[in-house]
């Protein structure tokens, strides 16, 4: 079992629609959750971080987490055709000790259609 | 704003050449990281360092080494390079203190032929 999972997609969503990207984990006390985009030849850059159970909202984005469920979602309303790129989850998860280190999914390709 | 470095973009080597990807970031973060990512494979984690001079492997290390002789930096070096490692490489940085989030660089695209 993958200690990340996100479904690949393509998912595909027309303009001005709200995507719903989706993410479960495995470790059951992990404790930290951040949402990467990273588009086709560049870099995942940092898009959200959440922390606690519940939604967390900031712009056209909302990342929901519910730890007794292991998921974690990113909805992005009003979608736009510069949202079309990969999105990564990403959990900080118990057993890592120092370093921070965290366990990526592999990614959900987003396609925003006009 | 947090800024990691890459030192070169993209990168053409030769097999069997020793290959140097640099690292450097302008925050004084503790945690340095290397990742390749393949299509298909996602990230993989190669080695991290947790401070200067201390390094740990990850999940993929075979082939490789690295190097943090000062907080900023962090090299990662390629021994004798190989078709195999023909990748995009990726570093990153975060600071100490739980739940912090890493931060990456623009990335290598690295061709060995």
């Known amino acids: 079992q993958k200690e990340v999972e996100q479904n690949s997609g393509p998912l595909s969503v027309p303009e001005g629609a709200i995507a719903s990207l989706n993410c479960t984990y495995s470790?059951?006390?992990?404790?930290?959750f951040f949402w990467y985009r990273q588009y086709s030849g560049k870099s995942p850059e940092l898009i959200m971080s959440?922390?606690?159970?519940g939604d967390k909202e900031d712009g056209r984005f909302t990342a929901q987490l519910n730890k007794a469920s292991q998921y974690v979602s990113l909805l992005i309303r009003d979608s736009q055709p510069s949202d079309s790129a990969t999105y990564l989850c990403?959990?900080?998860?118990?057993?890592?000790?120092?370093?921070?280190?965290?366990?990526f999914g592999t990614g959900t390709q987003l396609k925003v259609e006009l | 704003d947090v800024k990691v470095t890459q030192s070169s973009r993209y990168l053409v080597k030769r097999t069997g050449e020793k290959v140097f990807l640099e690292c450097v970031q302008d925050?004084?973060?503790?945690?340095m990281f290397w990742y390749r990512q393949d299509p298909g494979l996602g990230l993989r984690l190669i080695y991290f360092?947790?401070?200067?001079?201390?390094?740990e492997k990850g999940d993929i290390p075979e082939g490789y080494s690295v190097s943090r002789e000062k907080k900023e930096r962090f090299s990662l070096i390629l021994e004798s390079a190989s078709t195999n490692q023909t990748s995009m490489y990726l570093c990153?940085?975060?600071?100490?203190?739980?739940?912090?989030?890493?931060?990456f660089g623009d990335g290598t695209r690295l061709s060995i032929l």
């Open positions: 360092s947790y401070d200067v001079k201390m390094k």
């Open positions: 470790d059951r006390v992990s404790q930290s």
């Open positions: 959440i922390y606690s159970n």
């Open positions: 990403a959990v900080n998860p118990s057993s890592t000790g120092g370093g921070n280190k965290l366990t």
């Open positions: 925050m004084d973060h503790e945690n």
């Open positions: 990153a940085s975060s600071g100490s203190g739980g739940g912090q989030p890493q931060h």
